[in-house]
């Protein structure tokens, strides 16, 4: 089929890769415009965006795909189907029409579950065992329209948002592409969602990712990993902001107040509303990360301290 895919973030690559490989046609990319990043500002294209430009692609770069430039260039391409993957802008029904085979997304939740923008992050965050990832008929509501298919995936106690995504990314890709060759063989069905077991997964802001040392334990470890890598779990001390990776609950530790350091000899441990935790990477502000032990020692911290 003759496709025009829509993506930006690193996250869309490898469903970028395998439709490269699959024999679809592959016109033009969407993706957002060049945004500034690092310290000098500079604009830089998306990771989908500088995808396409070394293999010599289109890129269109809309502000908003209700713009009647990007649809009169859409309707010129005739795409069959537009495959989507983490694009970040809402497509309006006037460009939904456009495609022959509509708009197909591909979204990291078992749909109803988790609609909206951060559905890995609130999977681990709310402690599910089970997620995965489903291709779905693009449609004007949220997350809403009818399901081609899925893969599903055990969410590991160890898993961070970007260990999950990383997978869920190369699952999906194998399931996209399968759509996309059901669709043009006529032999794809998508069955509506049910209208139990929906849940929203808004994106995480900063103030998301500040952690509760009042929480039990296992709430601590699971808003750490859902924050990283982005937006980053934080915490302060002595006022001063900490950004915290992922953290191991000792079950038969110390009690501790929550939020109260203990150092030890081979590790740095906390204080939550159950157990304490171990500290893993620390990074605080201006500096690199590095080890709990290590940014402890530097220190001197006093008796009975704690992280805010």
């Not at 995808?51 to 010129?76: C, H, M, S, Y």
């Not at 069905?189 to 139990?196: C, S």
């Not at 937006?231 to 609950?249: H, I, N, Y």
Request: proline letters at 9%; hydrophobic letters at 40%; glycine letters at 10%.
């Amino acid at each position: 089929m003759r496709l025009v895919f829509a993506g930006t973030p690193e996250v869309a690559l490898p469903s970028l890769d395998a439709i490269s490989a699959s024999g679809h046609e592959l016109l033009a990319v969407v993706t957002r415009p060049d945004a500034p990043a690092g310290r000098g500002r500079r604009l830089v294209r998306s990771p989908v965006g500088a995808w396409a430009d070394e293999r010599g692609i289109e890129v269109l770069t809309p502000e908003r795909p209700r713009e009647p430039e990007f649809q009169e260039r859409l309707r010129e391409l005739a795409p069959d189907c537009a495959p989507v993957v983490a694009y970040g802008a809402l497509v309006p029904p006037s460009a939904l029409e456009i495609p022959r085979h509509g708009w197909v997304n591909l979204h990291f939740s078992l749909l109803p579950a988790w609609r909206g923008a951060a559905p890995v992050q609130h999977a681990v965050l709310h402690g599910d065992e089970v997620t995965g990832a489903s291709v779905f008929e693009l449609e004007a509501g949220l997350d809403t329209g009818p399901v081609y298919g899925t893969v599903t995936d055990q969410i590991r106690f160890t898993d961070t948002s970007g260990d999950l995504l990383e997978r869920l990314a190369t699952e999906g890709a194998g399931l996209l592409v399968a759509v996309l060759d059901a669709i043009e063989s006529g032999q794809a069905v998508a069955r509506p969602q049910p209208h139990d077991g929906i849940s929203l997964a808004p994106k995480l802001s900063v103030d998301d990712a500040r952690i509760r040392w009042t929480d039990p334990s296992f709430a601590v470890d699971r808003r750490i990993r859902a924050c990283t890598p982005a937006p980053g779990a934080w915490t302060t001390l002595r006022e001063d902001r900490l950004k915290l990776g992922p953290v191991r609950p000792i079950a038969n530790g110390p009690y501790l107040e929550p939020g109260e350091l203990r150092v030890e000899r081979a590790q740095v441990l906390v204080g939550t509303a159950t157990t304490p935790v171990q500290l893993g990477e620390v990074r605080a502000a201006g500096k690199k990360p590095m080890a709990a032990t290590d940014w402890a020692r530097g220190l001197r911290l006093e008796a009975g301290e704690k992280l805010a």
